[in-house]
C-alpha cells in the first residue's frame, strides 16, 4: 500500500485472477485483474518484470503479456491500483515462461463491419479467428465492455444504443493453452428514423402495405428517431392528404374522392425544413364492381319477377350508396339462391314475384331455402350443409324413389344418414352442376347421382 488511509476513504483492494501465482504460461498470455474500490477506481497497471503491458481506467482490467521473446523461467507480474483519492494498492505473482510445440496464439480479423465504417444497428459482427491449437473461448468487447462470445461462426449480433456515436469494438479469442489473440477496430453508430405506415381501425392498426379500403380511412404514421419531429405529411400519390404536426401522425384519407386503382401512400416525417424519413406503402381504393354485380342480380330476377321490380338503375343507386349491398358476393351466387335472397329480403316481392317453388318436382336445383324446392307431396328441404354449393333441392323421408319424381332417387346420404333424402340421378357429369360430380349412390347401387364433389 503506496498511499494513506484519508479518513474513512479505504485504498483500493486488487487481485490476480489470470494467471495465478505458480502457474506456467507461454505464448501470447491474457493477464486479468481484478480491482475494487469504496469510492471508485481511477486506473490499474500492469508490469511484467517492471516493464508496463496494460493501463486502463475502467473494467475490464486486462492485458496481453507476449513471452514468445523473453527468458525461460520465473518472472513477475505486478498490478497496481489507483483510487480517486490518489491511494494505491499492488499486488505480485510469479508464474514460470515455457515453451511449446504450440507456441503462436490464435489470429483474429474483423470481417463485418470494416474499420472505420458507419453501422446502422441492429447488426452481426463476424471474425475470422484461427489456431494450430484448439479455440476454447471468446469475447466480444464494446467499448472495453464484454457484451458476450461469438458463436462457432465467429458470429455476435450488436443492437447498439440508439443515438449517433463512435465506438471501439475489441475482438478476443483464446486458444487451449491460454494463449489470446485479438483485433480491435473503431466504428459509428448512426440510427437513421425508421418507421411504417398503417391503417387504424376502431382500436387495432395493422401494415397499410397491400391493402384495399374504401371511405373514409385512418392513416397513422409511426415513427422511431433519436430526435423530435415537428410535422407528418402524408400523401397519396402526388396529392397531399394532410399534414400532421402533434405527435400519433394521423390523417383522415376521404378516399371516395379518388378514382379507384392503386396509390403510393407516403408519410414524410421533417425536422423543421429537414426531411428525416420517408415511408411509403402501396394502397389499393377499391370500388364496388357495381356494372357486373347489377347485371347479373337484374338477369336473375328476371326468372320470377316483372321487368320493373327490379331495375338496372335501382340496383346501381344502392350499389354506389354502399349500403347493405356487397357486389362481390352478389356475383359468386348463381341465381337461384340469389333470388331466394331477394324474396327474404324483401317482403313484397313475394306478392309480385314467384318466390315458391315452381315446378312438381325440382329435385338437385340450387336454392337457398326449403320453399324454393318442389318435392310433390314430400316435405320440401334446400339442403345447404358444409360443400352443397349454392343449395340442392330434395324430399325428405321418402320410402320409394318414386316419391321424388322423374329423374331422382330415393336413398340415405352418409353425411345425414338420419333420413331418406331425394336425389337427382345422373348418367355423366354434363348433368350435374358447377361444384358436383356424377357419382353411385353405393357400391351395391347402379344408381348415379349428383352430390358434391368433395364428399366421400
Known amino acids: 500500500?503506496?498511499?494513506?488511509?484519508?479518513?474513512?476513504?479505504?485504498?483500493?483492494?486488487?487481485?490476480?485472477?489470470?494467471?495465478?501465482?505458480?502457474?506456467?504460461?507461454?505464448?501470447?498470455v491474457r493477464v486479468n485483474v481484478d480491482a475494487t474500490d469504496d469510492v471508485g477506481v481511477e486506473v490499474v497497471r500492469i508490469f511484467a518484470d517492471g516493464r508496463l503491458i496494460a493501463e486502463s481506467e475502467q473494467r475490464p482490467y486486462a492485458g496481453n503479456w507476449d513471452t514468445r521473446d523473453v527468458e525461460l523461467g520465473a518472472h513477475t507480474l505486478r498490478a497496481v491500483a489507483q483510487d480517486t483519492a490518489g491511494q494505491s494498492t499492488e499486488t505480485e505473482i510469479e508464474v514460470s515462461v515455457v515453451r511449446d510445440d504450440r507456441d503462436l496464439p490464435p489470429s483474429v480479423v474483423f470481417v463485418a463491419p470494416a474499420d472505420g465504417e458507419t453501422v446502422r444497428g441492429p447488426i452481426q459482427v463476424r471474425i475470422d479467428a484461427q489456431d494450430d491449437g484448439e479455440i476454447v473461448g471468446s469475447s466480444f468487447f464494446v467499448d472495453g465492455i464484454r457484451v458476450g462470445g461469438f458463436d462457432p461462426q465467429g458470429r455476435i449480433n450488436w443492437e447498439p444504443a440508439f443515438r449517433m456515436e463512435a465506438h471501439v469494438l475489441t475482438a478476443e479469442v483464446e486458444d487451449d493453452l491460454g494463449q489470446v489473440g485479438s483485433a480491435q477496430i473503431d466504428v459509428v453508430v448512426d440510427h437513421l428514423a425508421v418507421g411504417v405506415v398503417e391503417i387504424c381501425r376502431d382500436q387495432f392498426c395493422e401494415l397499410a402495405e397491400g391493402q384495399a379500403v374504401e371511405g373514409d380511412v385512418i392513416l397513422q404514421a409511426t415513427i422511431t428517431d433519436d430526435g423530435p419531429l415537428d410535422t407528418v405529411s402524408f400523401f397519396a400519390g402526388d396529392q397531399l392528404i394532410v399534414t400532421d404536426n402533434a405527435p400519433r401522425w394521423r390523417a383522415v384519407w376521404r378516399t371516395d374522392e379518388y378514382e379507384a386503382g392503386e396509390y403510393l401512400v407516403r408519410a414524410v416525417a421533417r425536422r423543421g425544413e429537414d426531411i428525416v424519413l420517408e415511408v411509403e406503402a402501396t394502397i389499393t381504393v377499391a370500388r364496388q364492381n357495381c356494372d357486373a354485380a347489377c347485371e347479373h342480380l337484374v338477369g336473375c330476377a328476371a326468372e320470377i319477377c316483372p321487368p320493373q321490380v327490379i331495375t338496372y338503375d335501382g340496383c346501381l343507386d344502392l350499389c354506389e350508396q354502399g349500403e347493405n349491398f356487397d357486389s362481390e358476393f352478389i356475383q359468386s351466387l348463381e341465381c337461384a339462391p340469389l333470388n331466394g335472397l331477394l324474396c327474404e329480403s324483401i317482403e313484397e316481392l313475394g306478392n309480385i314475384c314467384?318466390?315458391?317453388?315452381?315446378?312438381?318436382?325440382?329435385?338437385?336445383?340450387?336454392?337457398?331455402?326449403?320453399?324454393?324446392?318442389?318435392?310433390?307431396?314430400?316435405?320440401?328441404?334446400?339442403?345447404?350443409?358444409?360443400?352443397?354449393?349454392?343449395?340442392y333441392c330434395s324430399g325428405v323421408g321418402c320410402r320409394a324413389s318414386s316419391e321424388c319424381g322423374p329423374q331422382a332417387v330415393c336413398a340415405r346420404h352418409a353425411q345425414f344418414p338420419e333420413n331418406t333424402y331425394c336425389f337427382a340421378t345422373c348418367e355423366t357429369q354434363n348433368e350435374c352442376r358447377d361444384g358436383y360430380e356424377c357419382r353411385r349412390v353405393s357400391n351395391d347401387s347402379p344408381l348415379s347421382v349428383c352430390q358434391p364433389d368433395n364428399q366421400d
Open 354 to 391: 314467384d318466390c315458391g317453388g315452381g315446378d312438381e318436382f325440382n329435385v338437385g336445383e340450387g336454392c337457398n331455402r326449403d320453399s324454393q324446392c318442389a318435392a310433390g307431396n314430400l316435405e320440401p328441404d334446400c339442403i345447404r350443409r358444409d360443400g352443397w354449393r349454392g343449395g
Open 1 to 28: 500500500n503506496n498511499g494513506a488511509n484519508n479518513g474513512a476513504d479505504s485504498p483500493p483492494d486488487i487481485s490476480f485472477t489470470r494467471p495465478t501465482n505458480g502457474d506456467e504460461v507461454t505464448g501470447m
